[in-house]
């Protein structure tokens, strides 16, 4: 579980979340997407009605959003994480997080190419849960 640490641009989206949506922000994750963790029991407040909260970020920052609900429970976060999709058993043994899919389609959206998915899935979770990795089965 690593320290996590903003830089300045991270601050200031957080700050405007923030006051757009009256949620606290537990973390923000700036890669291909914004990704942002909001407290328990806050997502419904961060998304707005209609989903008008993440549509008037995403205008404003001319970026793709994500909203993600915080959870002290590692399966709960990990299902969060990886709405819409389904995930029908989660194990854990070992530091090392199994994942066992529906169907093989939600197999490949999980993985990504080339583990592309999987990798940035285990990089989201170890931010705030001391795992080694994450498989899918």
Known sequence: MSKVVFDMETMKIISLFQAVTRA???DCIND???LFVVGP???GKAVGKGGENVKR???ALK???KIVEF???LFTFIKNLVQPLRV???EEQDGV???TPPDSSTRGYLIGRGGSSLRILEERVKRHFPIKEIKVT
């Open 57 to 59: 970020l995403a205008a």
């Open 24 to 26: 606290s922000v537990k």
């Open 63 to 65: 970026r793709k959003i």
């Open 41 to 43: 029991g806050e997502l």
């Open 71 to 73: 959870s002290d429970q």
């Open 97 to 99: 997080v199994t994942l």
């Open 88 to 90: 029908e058993k989660i």
């Open 32 to 34: 291909s997407e914004l």
